[in-house]
């Protein structure tokens, strides 16, 4: 499905199931629209060679709207320039993501700006004030990317799980293509579970080229004593974090023990004195 709205509202494009599409299930050209209880299943699964990147929702080039409540699944790309996105949200403004489940997808959700030096002239904008929030993401490679130029995401209450190598990323291009060399800003990523396969992978990656500090406080790692940072927190058990990042406190330990912190965590309380924390795995 490709739809383009004109200085006009796209309302209830729901309940659609969308099986076996070859490049996109749902695209939004322009204008607003809402995306709402849909079932959108690619032919990616890791192994067959496929013509297409595969994405499965996607507003790009100015849409804005909410992205809520769909099912999206292989999506991806088996190819080595490319990656197929469950839910991409490129080059817009005010859009909300929420309540997905997106599994089995080579990238879960990736929002941001594709660079017009790199993709071409349709894509000169940046992009800003995005929430992605209360999504579930499962069994993908990566699962929430934040790149190039886009500013103000609020990234929360997400649960990502069994990631095979970054739960969250915060980059930009420019190590492949120097032109590409605007980082996002205002990232804010709090309250999200944040656990990778068998209790591995990068749970948060910033970018070298990434000079403001992300917020990444009240995050629960997977372990209670946090992740594991190489300088900030050696002893870390949980997903890792790598880069300039803020991921102090952390949501996981028990109240009786020094630091981060049950109760009252940015408002948000996980964990309590009966909580097991699932890493390190036995």
């Known amino acids: 499905m490709v739809f383009t709205a004109m200085e006009r509202w796209i309302s209830n494009i729901t309940d659609n199931v969308i099986d076996q599409f070859s490049k996109g299930g749902i695209y939004i050209n322009s204008g607003s629209a809402e995306v709402r209880g849909n079932r959108v299943i690619g032919p990616y699964d890791g192994v067959t060679l496929i013509t297409n990147a595969v994405n499965g929702i996607v507003f790009k080039t100015g849409a804005t709207g909410i992205i809520d409540d769909n099912e999206v699944s292989n999506c991806g790309w088996i190819g080595a320039t490319w990656a197929g996105i469950g839910i991409g949200v490129w080059i817009h403004t005010m859009v909300v993501i929420s309540g997905n489940y ?94 990778g396969y068998n209790c591995g992978g990068i749970g948060l990656y910033v970018g070298p080229t990434v000079l403001q500090t992300v917020d990444a406080e009240c995050n629960m790692w997977g372990a209670c004593n946090g992740p594991y940072n190489a300088t900030l927190n050696p002893l870390g058990q949980g997903s890792s974090v790598i880069g300039n990042a803020d991921f102090t406190p952390w949501i996981g330990s028990p109240p009786n023990i020094n630091g981060p912190y049950t109760a009252s965590c940015k408002g948000y309380v996980q964990f309590n004195l009966l909580t097991v924390c699932p890493c390190p795995k036995l």
């Open 102 to 195: 997106v599994h089995d997808c080579q990238e879960a959700i990736d929002v941001g700006d594709l660079p017009d030096c790199y993709y071409g002239s349709e894509w000169i904008a940046n992009a800003h004030d995005i929430t992605v929030e209360s999504n579930i993401i499962d069994m993908c490679y990566y699962g929430i990317g934040i790149i190039n130029d886009v500013s103000t995401v609020l990234v929360q209450y997400n649960e990502i799980t069994d990631f095979l190598y970054q739960g969250i990323y915060v980059d930009d291009y420019s190590l492949s293509n120097p032109c590409c060399n605007i980082q996002p800003t205002n990232v804010v990523i709090n309250c999200n579970t944040i656990i």
